[in-house]
């Protein structure tokens, strides 16, 4: 297979971190691609805090979510859910739904379930209806003229079960002899949205795995060995618990089937995802299928694709002859539309007394429910330099509601506990554990140069050298500081595509079918465009979240920016060369000399040649323009690289510090400070990058301290499943946030943008939890820290 | 009365339902009606009958605040409040904040400090910010965290809506001041 490259050609690039040290380097970059940006200080647009540019669409109410559609004749639909963990479904009679005043559709589902593990064997349970393998688990919808008519009709869709015996815990699951969530062996191909799980891997009853790490390089020399002979070893068990998404616009799809296409209003993280999934599941040819998301309510990784309620909305419209509204109530998102799986790690550290690390061993099992996806993440393998390196980490089924890829999916568990061990290492040792990992965090990627600079920068601002020897207080109210690093890989989606147009009246428009979760894929858009024009952002249509625009890329694993804004600068810059081309005759300048500037067009060197941007555009005779750029790859290439999904070869990094106070007495702990210093490329506007930081920030201190799923081991009822009782960090416990921004020019892409949302999120757990320790002398190697569980480890 | 007890006309009788019968309610300074049934809550006719969709509804029990209003200048979770009793009320939506041309304080301020991710929780979160300022425009921190205590943001947005709401209440100061300055 030989892809086509492109021709190159040789340019010299800045790399390094601005304010620190910037080198020039050489790097091979195709033929087409603009010049190199320089840094943010020199640049007019990229790199500034513009305002969002559909903030008063969002302040007013304008935005128009897809829980807003509201289309002629639309239908309000309700999903039917299972009322027991397991079972078969002997029969499923809809009759008095039917005859409900004002139903118009109802439809069971007879296909296996999208987002579940499936039977490597799909004869090992042959029946008419899919098995019920969690509480909660949809078997049919219902669409009606109103709301409360869809609600009322549901309740009447009888269903029989032949009960099955269920496991909910993941200690009972992994019993030998517990009850099977599947007969047989199982697979789940990654998505879109990510998660799934390798393919082939052996199962035993409920346990599939070991993964290995293969993917990663592992194992890597003698794990075992090396414990076995390591100066100083920490040996540590962890537990982190399952956490539910709670995107504020609960999952939402409005299904318009026509005659002859099929238009979908989805709450999305990735509109070609919703696209691509009707047209496979309905047989439909993709350019029947539009998919349109104009504001999406959050997604935090679990709204890719249709998903099952997106499969029950497309059945409902067809067969009624009309728009279904389906979205899931509070309850049935927190159920079944997607969690953070938990874990159970058991890691072994081995060093060498002078903090040189030689060993990680990782044993981790952890639940995705009735979906495999439960790894803990790929830090052990590529954070740390180490010579011996081994993992195993299992999937084990239970009956609940399944996984979905969630903000750094895995790597938040493995650094919870990889974090905390090398704290307790550096306790060991003796070292300061900034200290370590000074001495550790060595790689030669750009992740491990941004931390190195990072832990200097939060160490001064968290006032480290304050920093007190563990359990200092002698008082009921202890207080504590801890730091704790992050990792995340540069992710891209290689097909990503732009096209930018300028049209005769001198407007300016991008154009990509990504979409917005909340990050601000608008306003980076606008401004990476708006930098080659000499415009302002807001000047330029950025028009996004629709499948007929050229394909965006997803809204997860920290990718949009990353991904889009290269193909889009190359875009504009090739429109505003052909522009500044067909000007040259009329102003009698090479075009090479013509430049773009505050709204204005000109000659260099020449003001009386200037003149406004629109009249450039009419005096170079244009009716319009339009140019479109595929993500050109990273110009040292990948680290892995599918046709949908690469890797650049430098990660991005990260490092929080926390100051927390313990209440002994109590057990209560309260988050007093945090300081999150991060990279992400070239922060195209530092504005919108601090507020994701803060996102991230403050969702790991709300998984940290309060979230926690619970489930009724008797029933399999999901006890917590709403706002009021799954308890997510209010405005109460924000504690004092500040942010830090890098700004790394990594040499890689002609915007070097890269993401931020995820590593945001990945040690922030871990350093409250290494702060938790420095004020108590305790570690607390169970999440969240709730009274029960923070008394249990004072008393431990 | 009708066979079911519905009353096609409010004004017609003291009992209202089980079906649909009009409603006429003021909102944002206009007098609206549309058909709802007695279990209807302001949340539902405000987004379904009246097409004010910005009015969000996060949980429909009153636990994320998204659906919050004013009722006669007070906020209220409109997912928790009966159509009915809004009966005779002054009824202001995101959509009435402000003079419609001009953007309120604490619009804009959430605008300049991006004190908003998804946007979803937004305008709910504007509506008990603006209620906060124009109520105490002295507010301090703890005021503000007091204020929007009831409203989850899971972008966690919040340091950003804590900085917007205190510009805007030191802006309604100073504005305060130069009108008093002025007479």
């Known amino acids: 297979m030989s892809a086509q490259k492109p021709p190159t050609k040789t340019q010299s690039v800045s790399y390094g971190i601005v304010g620190q040290s910037i080198d020039q380097v050489e790097r091979s970059v195709p033929e087409n691609e603009p010049p190199p940006l320089p840094a943010n200080a020199s640049l007019k647009v990229i790199g500034k805090p513009v305002d969002r540019l559909d903030a008063v669409q969002k302040v007013t109410g304008k935005a128009r979510f897809t829980f807003d559609v509201q289309l002629p004749g639309m239908l309000f639909a309700r999903r039917v859910v299972s009322s027991v963990a397991h079972a078969r479904v002997v029969s499923v009679d809809t009759s008095e739904a039917e005859k409900h005043p004002g139903v118009r559709a109802v439809h069971v589902l007879n296909q296996p379930l999208l987002q579940h593990a499936q039977l490597r064997d799909e004869k090992a349970e042959a029946a008419r209806y899919p098995t019920i393998r969690y509480f909660g688990q949809p078997i049919a919808g219902v669409a009606a003229e109103s709301q409360r008519a869809a609600d009322a009709a549901a309740r009447l869709v009888e269903i029989v079960y032949e009960a099955l015996p269920h496991a909910t815990t993941l200690e009972e699951a992994m019993q030998e002899g517990a009850p099977l969530v599947f007969p047989g062996p199982t697979e789940q191909p990654s998505t879109a949205g990510g998660g799934g799980a390798p393919p082939g891997l052996p199962q035993r009853g409920n346990v599939r795995g070991p993964d290995t790490g293969q993917m990663f390089g592992l194992p890597r020399g003698d794990a075992a060995g090396a414990v076995r002979g390591a100066d100083v070893v920490v040996d540590a068990e962890y537990r982190t618990q399952v956490q539910t998404h709670v995107p504020m616009e609960p999952h939402a799809m409005v299904a318009d089937w026509r005659e002859d296409s099929l238009t979908i209003y989805a709450s999305t993280q990735f509109t070609t995802s919703v696209r691509d999934e009707a047209a496979d599941m309905f047989e439909l040819p993709k350019s029947k299928v539009r998919v349109i998301s104009d504001f999406t309510g959050g997604g935090f990784g679990a709204k890719y694709g249709i998903g099952n309620f997106g499969l029950l909305a497309i059945n409902l419209s067809r067969k009624a002859g009309a728009p279904v509204r389906m979205v899931l109530d509070r309850r049935e998102e927190h159920v079944s539309s997607g969690n953070r799986p938990d874990s159970l790690q058991h890691l072994k550290l081995g060093a060498t007394r002078d903090g040189r690390l030689t060993a990680i061993e990782l044993e981790s099992h952890g639940s995705g429910g009735v979906a495999a996806g439960a790894g803990v993440g790929f830090a052990h393998a590529l954070m740390y330099p180490c010579a011996n390196v081994s993992q195993q980490q299992y999937d084990v089924f239970t009956n609940a509601g399944p996984c979905a890829a969630f903000r750094a999916p895995g790597q938040v568990q493995g650094i919870f506990a990889l974090e905390q061990s090398l704290d307790e290492l550096a306790h060991q040792l003796g070292i300061d554990p900034i200290e370590l990992r000074d001495r550790i965090d060595t790689g030669p990627t750009d992740d491990a140069r941004a931390r190195k600079v990072e832990r200097q920068i939060g160490a001064e601002k968290i006032g480290w050298s304050a920093r007190r020897a563990p359990n200092a207080d002698g008082g009921a109210v202890k207080r504590g500081m801890g730091m704790a690093q992050s990792q995340w890989v540069s992710v891209i989606h290689p097909p990503t595509s732009c096209e930018v147009r300028i049209t005769d009246d001198g407007s300016v428009e991008a154009f990509t079918s990504a979409q917005d979760v909340g990050t601000g894929t608008r306003t980076v858009l606008a401004q990476v465009v708006a930098e080659e024009f000499g415009l302002r952002a807001d000047e330029v249509g950025a028009h996004i979240g629709d499948t007929r625009y050229p394909s965006g890329p997803p809204s997860g694993g920290s990718r949009v920016t990353g991904s889009l804004t290269p193909a889009a600068r190359n875009a504009a810059y090739r429109a505003a060369r052909e522009l500044a081309g067909r000007l040259a005759p009329a102003l009698e300048a090479n075009a090479d000399d013509i430049v773009f500037e505050g709204g204005r067009v000109g000659v260099r060197g020449a003001p009386a040649t200037w003149m406004s941007f629109k009249d450039g555009v009419k005096k170079a005779g244009v009716t319009e323009i339009s140019h479109r750029a595929v993500r050109q790859d990273d110009y040292e290439g990948y680290m892995m690289s599918l046709p949908q999904f690469a890797v650049g070869r430098h990660g991005i990094g990260g490092v929080q510090f926390a100051e927390i106070d313990v209440d002994t007495e109590t057990g209560s702990v309260k988050v007093r400070r945090l300081v999150a210093v991060h990279d992400c490329g070239r922060p195209i506007n530092p504005k919108l990058t601090e507020s994701q930081i803060y996102g991230g920030v403050i969702q790991g201190l709300s998984y940290a301290l309060y979230e926690e799923r619970h489930l009724d081991p008797t029933s399999g009822i999901h006890l917590n499943a709403n706002i009021d009782q799954y308890k997510i960090a209010g405005s109460r416990e924000i504690p004092e946030i500040e942010v830090h921004i890098l700004e790394q020019l990594g040499g890689q892409s002609s915007t070097d943008a890269r993401g931020v949302a995820e590593p945001a999120n990945v040690a922030t757990a871990a350093a409250i939890a290494n702060a938790f320790f420095n004020a108590t002398g305790k570690r607390i190697r169970r999440l969240p820290l709730t009274p029960a569980n923070v008394l249990d480890a004072l008393r431990a | ?183």
């Not at chain 2, 969000?56 to 605040?65: E, L, W």
């Not at chain 2, 006669?72 to 005779?88: H, Q």
């Not at chain 2, 900085?163 to 300055?181: C, I």
Request: hydrophobic content about 40%; some cysteine; proline content about 4%.
């Open chain 2, 1 to 183: 009365m009708n066979p079911q007890g519905s009353t096609p006309n409010e004004n017609d009788a003291a009992v209202s339902g089980p079906g649909a019968g009009i409603l006429t309610l003021v909102v944002n300074g206009r007098t609206v009606q549309a058909m709802a049934d007695p279990g209807a809550t302001l949340a539902e006719v405000l987004r379904y009958g009246l097409g004010l969709t910005g009015t969000k509804i996060g949980c429909d029990r009153g636990a994320c605040s998204a659906c919050t209003v004013w009722l006669d200048g007070e906020v209220a979770a409109s997912c928790m409040t009966l159509a009915l009793d809004a009966r005779g009320r002054q009824i202001t939506t995101i959509e009435g904040l402000g003079d419609g041309a001009t953007l309120h304080a604490v619009q804009r301020a959430f605008v300049e400090h991006d004190a908003m991710q998804c946007g979803f929780c937004t305008p709910g979160m504007v509506m008990s910010c603006a209620a906060l300022v124009q109520r105490n425009p002295a507010c301090t921190l703890d005021d503000v965290k007091a204020a929007v205590s009831g409203h989850l943001c899971r972008c966690g947005t919040y340091p950003n809506v804590f900085k917007a709401t205190l510009a805007a209440a030191a802006q309604l100061r100073r504005s305060a001041a130069d009108a008093e300055g002025r007479r």
